[in-house]
């Protein structure tokens, strides 16, 4: 939830009830609605959301939804006057085909494609276009806030653990995380800095991960490439 004086803006409501809950308790109005994407754990809760608010929904161009929205794509700018706050929008495809991002204020908001130490699943689209969308991601400035749509940072740390053990960066995230958790409270938001640090799906070019993934020769063409995607394999027949 964006919030600016008496105004807010919420991202990705899967479910309408706690949406519902925080502006009336906080006596706020709902400005806009932010899509990432299609899933249903993202979207589930806006056709009820509207049934009580009046406000606008921006979905990706490139996907299909049931609701009334305005679609947006890669070079849209969202005006959001009531926040204060604009957005860039970024054509994100790999978890799905038409995912996008929203980026401004020095925060940016990526749905199931950039997690807490981690990255999300390849539904509809292929692990090439994740790959290329999470480097353009890596593009934005270090200082850049991360709120992703899941709070899966401790099993991603320990899978990160397992590829990386070497890693300072990450065993003092690990450390600062956990006891975060144990206090009831979010590891979420990150910065893109720290996981650039220490998620291993933004390290395929180093040496460690090359060597996790199982390559041999990491000066082979496409090494960063292909580590990714053994990584992302590895990952999704992982148990933690």
Request: contains cysteine.
């Amino acid at each position: 939830m964006l919030t600016h004086g008496a105004c807010a803006a919420a991202v990705d409501p899967g479910d309408a009830t706690p949406v519902l809950a925080y502006l009336q308790q906080h006596r706020l109005t709902l400005c806009g609605i932010l899509v990432t994407h299609h899933h249903d754990d993202h979207i589930g809760g806006i056709e009820s959301i509207l049934r009580h608010c009046d406000a606008p929904v921006f979905a990706p161009r490139g996907e299909h939804f049931s609701f009334a929205h305005r679609p947006v794509a890669e070079g849209d700018t969202i005006n959001l006057a009531e926040l204060e706050t604009a957005l860039d929008v970024l054509d994100i495809p790999g978890h799905t085909g038409g995912h996008v991002a929203y980026y401004g204020g020095n925060s940016l908001f990526c749905g199931d494609t950039l997690f807490g130490c981690g990255c999300g699943r390849v539904f509809d689209s292929d692990c090439r276009q994740l790959h290329r969308s999470l480097q353009k991601l890596a593009r934005l400035p270090d200082e850049t806030e991360i709120y992703c749509a899941h709070e899966y940072t401790l099993a991603n740390l320990r899978f990160a653990r397992l590829v990386d053990p070497d890693n300072p960066l990450l065993l003092e995230r690990e450390r600062r995380d956990a006891a975060r958790a144990a206090q009831g409270l979010p590891t979420l938001p990150s910065t893109l800095g720290l996981e650039k640090a220490t998620n291993p799906f933004l390290r395929c070019h180093t040496p460690a991960i090359q060597f996790a993934a199982g390559l041999s020769h990491t000066q082979a063409p496409n090494a960063e490439e292909t580590a990714f995607f053994l990584l992302r394999e590895f990952k999704n027949n992982y148990k933690s």
